[in-house]
Antibody, heavy 124, light 106 residues
Framework: QVTLKESGPVLVKPTETLTLTCTVSGFSLSNARMGVSWIRQPPGKALEWLAHIFSNDEKSYSTSLKSRLTISKDTSKSQVVLTMTNMDPVDTATYYC????????????????WGQGTLVTVSS | SYELTQPPSVSVSPGQTARITCSGDALPKQYAYWYQQKPGQAPVLVIYKDSERPSGIPERFSGSSSGTTVTLTISGVQAEDEADYYCQSADSSGTVFGGGTKLTVL
């Protein structure tokens, strides 16, 4: 049974750095073609893809947020970590991690399992 | 940056057919994917590779593609289908989601 669970602070102050952890089970981050993405959703707004990382350590970032994001993985702990620097109130959102389906087609990835999401509020 | 355009809302009566469109310049070259999201829940994949249906998704959900537009069709809409629907695809700069469409079952 594949599951993903996000964890991290519920409240961060402006200018602080956010660190979120996605703990996965039911699959291994070391298996070929396995990958995990982070996606966020501001309250009442659309989904926004942030970053992904694959088992071979291939990484990709949203063009608009690339300078603020770092994604990494700890295979032994089955965890994927996302850091976002210089947080602002507009970054208030529910942050999801999602498994990338192993059968990606070229540059196109899609998501077959999602975590429940974690709401992060940015406020002083 | 690449954008996928969806209508903000679609309304249908129970038993009717709902069609939700998604437009993007790269769609003739890239597959599209559709997710259903109910309030307070994570998205669920309902269509992949333009028209394939994951196991467990009802047959009333289907997808199609024509040029720069992909369409999610829900035949015989049920009250439980009321949700937000998002298309997703990619271009050379990365993965992108559409703005979402709220499906209201009247």
């Amino acid at each position: 049974q594949v599951t993903l669970k996000e964890s991290g602070p519920v409240l961060v102050k402006p200018t602080e750095t956010l660190t979120l952890t996605c703990t996965v089970s039911g699959f291994s981050l070391s298996n070929a073609r396995m990958g995990v993405s982070w996606i966020r959703q501001p309250p009442g707004k659309a989904l926004e893809w942030l970053a992904h990382i694959f088992s071979n350590d291939e990484k990709s970032y949203s063009t608009s947020l690339k300078s603020r994001l770092t994604i990494s993985k700890d295979t032994s702990k089955s965890q994927v970590v996302l850091t976002m620097t210089n947080m602002d109130p507009v970054d208030t959102a529910t942050y999801y991690c999602a498994r990338i389906h192993p059968s990606r087609v070229g540059a196109t990835i899609w998501f077959d399992y999602w975590g429940q999401g974690t709401l992060v509020t940015v406020s002083s | 940056s690449y954008e996928l355009t969806q209508p903000p809302s679609v309304s249908v009566s129970p038993g009717q057919t709902a069609r939700i469109t998604c437009s993007g310049d790269a769609l003739p070259k890239q597959y599209a994917y559709w997710y259903q999201q109910k309030p307070g829940q994570a998205p669920v994949l309902v269509i992949y590779k333009d028209s394939e249906r994951p196991s467990g998704i009802p047959e009333r959900f289907s997808g199609s593609s024509s040029g720069t537009t992909v369409t999610l069709t829900i035949s015989g809409v049920q009250a439980e289908d009321e949700a937000d629907y998002y298309c997703q695809s990619a271009d050379s700069s990365g993965t992108v989601f559409g703005g979402g469409t709220k499906l209201t079952v009247l």
